[in-house]
């Protein structure tokens, strides 16, 4: 089995299966012998990388992973298995913990421009921000090649929907870095999300370099998916 450089994930929330996937397509732009061309489907690669804990920074375990671009133009087929060190039931808690904190919120989220310009998120947007890196994954991972690669450069501005019912739900307007290009790609958002339940996520890119516009919808991984896919809380 081939291997690749390890690379690094820290884990968000709610979306551990879509982000740990988003994680491993970012290697594949390294340059490296380590993949394998398979006649009328695509290059596959084999990639291996460590995650940690979005507030300590302490490892949380190890992946393994296949990704398979084919040749016909649709999303790239991962296959993933992870290693975690905290347990299934922590990680709910985990999710719940955070929801609480945002339902509990006297008034409306707002925001704009996290981080900031010096690189810093207020303790008060660390949830929605969270929210925005595991939302915004269903878009990197659509619009993920083997020659482009994307992450979330910034949160231009979010705004909380107050609902009748359990769920959360935000408008985000989300800034994404473009590798290599470097270009900054601007996309909407609309994400809502209960613990347990798929996070939902709608989105439409402005896409002027291109000639149009991209949009789509996706519903992506839950707080409560297998252990071993869990790569994302906060």
Known sequence: MLHSKPGSFRRYLPSSELLAAHEALIPCLAPSPLFQSIPESGHKYYLQFSTEDYRTGEDAGNCLATVLYPKKKSPPVVSIKC??????????EEDNRLYQRIRHQSKPITGSNIPDSYGIIEPALEPVWALAVAGSSSIMWEKSTETLAYSLAQVKSVRQWIRKDDFIEFDYTVLLHEIPTQEIISCHMRLTWLPGRPLKVKHFCAAESRGGDEGSGAESGSA??????????L
């Open 83 to 92: 290693s975690h060190t905290k347990d299934q039931q922590e990680i709910q």
């Open 224 to 233: 409560a998916a297998p252990a071993a896919e869990k790569g994302a809380n």
